[in-house]
């Protein structure tokens, strides 16, 4: 059964700043996805990675993903408020439904 | 875009009474899954689909049933709600095995039991 860890579980930075959210994974998984929540909202797609080596950039965030390491990062760069929220990653069990890791609460305090 | 559909954003249920959560999408999706939130917890697998009348069982199906009679319609069904069943509920669908895996979630539904 996939285990998902993220660290941290929360994340306060300041603008402008850089920071990086890790994604580990406890068995062989060739896909990775990463999704926002905003307090009291659902959960918003943000990215897929379907491969080794895979990197996605929307904005000030970027995604990587290191199948080998079992690892998948979300890397953020000069942040800013609008990005405060909680960041979610997820990859596939052998049942075919998404395993969330706990969440990464990020605070962007002015 | 895809979209998912809750018929229910906010409920207040009390205990024993029987709990309809309806999920609709309207993108052929092959699958669908419920799934519940609580702090602290993450999000927990309640059961989901992956074909008209076929259902599979989650992380945590206990106390809970599901339907599925139409592709488009997914529901959950809380037979007799308890205190413990106080949680956001979270409907997502998603196209068949071959496509990226991507999960489209619906707005949720937060049910109260008193």
């Known amino acids: 059964e996939l285990k998902v860890e993220q660290n941290p579980l929360f994340l306060s930075m300041q603008e402008g700043k850089n920071y990086t959210i890790y994604c580990n994974y406890s068995t062989t998984s060739d896909r990775l996805y990463w999704y926002r929540q905003d307090p009291g909202k659902s959960l918003e797609s943000l990215f897929v990675?379907?491969?080794?080596?895979a990197v996605k950039q929307e904005g000030r965030l970027m995604a990587s993903l290191d199948t080998k390491a079992r690892l998948s990062t979300l890397h953020i760069t000069a942040a800013v408020h609008d990005l405060s929220a909680t960041y979610f990653c997820?990859?596939?069990?052998?049942?075919?439904?998404?395993?969330f890791g706990s969440g990464t609460r990020l605070q962007v305090q002015p | 875009d895809v979209k998912v559909t809750q018929s229910s954003r906010y409920l207040v249920k009390r205990t024993g009474e029987k709990v309809f959560l309806e999920c609709v999408q309207d993108?052929?999706?092959?699958?669908m899954f419920w799934y519940r939130q609580d702090p602290g917890l993450g999000l927990r697998l309640i059961y989901f689909?992956?074909?008209?009348?076929m259902k599979e069982k989650g992380d945590i199906p206990e106390g809970y049933s599901v339907s599925r009679e139409k592709k488009e319609r997914f529901s959950l069904i809380l037979e007799s709600a308890s205190t413990n069943q106080t949680s956001m509920y979270l409907c997502a669908s998603r196209e068949g095995l071959w496509g990226t895996g991507e999960l489209f979630f619906g707005e949720g539904s937060r049910l109260t039991v008193l």
């Open positions: 997820a990859g596939y069990t052998g049942r075919r439904a998404l395993t």
């Open positions: 689909s992956y074909d008209v009348k």
């Open positions: 990675l379907l491969s080794n080596g």
């Open positions: 993108m052929d999706h092959e699958n």
